[in-house]
């Protein structure tokens, strides 16, 4: 089945670490995005990535990073700079050689602090 | 002000009920207009998109308000399975960027 896969499910980080979160989709889309969602609050971008080899800040990217080498992945690092970095992450992608495509999402990845 | 401002409810409605959620937005130029469902501690997924025309799928209608810039929700005969929180999102005007609401959480009750 297509679909979007992030791994792990739930993930601890210690003070000081960074850690990664896996984000892959075999939908053979163009575009994929970062999101985080805190409790009672929409999702807010974190980065996105419209093509291979490049990716753009969204609205809160600081004390995080990416890369996209590859059409089907898209890792997001949160480092040590991230001080509250406990939330729910979630990875979506979508076809953006079309116009108002919508984006689908993984089933999320949630982050606490040790 | 919030670029998509809606109700956070909770909204709670009988089984059978006609339930309607509105959804304000700020940016006049965008074009992309979509509700997400998002089950609690789960992913949002895809509930309809939003045309000018306004849609209808099955129970589910939706419909934009250009000069207000609002969009609305329409649920006829609420199920249980409904209970959920309702997502109002519009793309960032021009761009493939979407700007999420914090949603509307229905509970339906027998």
């Known amino acids: 089945d297509g679909g979007i896969t992030q791994s792990p499910k739930y993930l601890f980080r210690k003070e000081g670490q960074n850690v990664t979160l896996s984000c892959e989709q075999n939908?053979?889309?163009?575009?994929m995005y970062w999101y985080r969602q805190d409790p009672g609050q929409g999702l807010r971008l974190i980065y996105y990535?419209?093509?291979?080899?490049?990716?753009q800040k969204g609205d809160i990217a600081e004390g995080y990073s990416v890369s996209r080498e590859k059409k089907e992945s898209f890792p997001l690092t949160v480092t040590s700079a991230q001080k509250n970095p406990t939330a729910f992450y979630l990875c979506?992608?979508?076809?953006?050689?079309?116009?108002?495509?919508?984006?689908?999402f993984g089933d999320g990845t949630r982050l606490s602090i040790l | 002000r919030k670029e998509v401002e809606q109700d956070p409810g909770p909204f709670n409605v009988p089984e059978g009920a006609t339930v309607a959620f509105n959804c304000t937005y700020s940016n006049s130029a965008s074009q992309s207009f979509f509700w997400y469902r998002q089950d609690c501690r789960k992913e949002p997924k895809l509930l309809m998109s939003v045309y000018s025309s306004g849609n209808e799928d099955g129970r589910f209608t939706a419909q934009l308000n250009r000069a207000s810039q609002y969009i609305s929700l329409l649920i006829r005969d609420s199920k249980l399975s409904d209970s959920a929180t309702y997502l109002c999102v519009v793309n960032r005007g021009g761009y493939n960027k979407l700007i999420f609401g914090a949603g509307t959480r229905l509970a339906v009750h027998p």
């Open positions: 990535s419209q093509i291979v080899n490049d990716f």
């Open positions: 939908l053979n889309h163009d575009a």
């Open positions: 979506a992608s979508n076809n953006n050689r079309e116009l108002n495509q919508p984006q689908h």
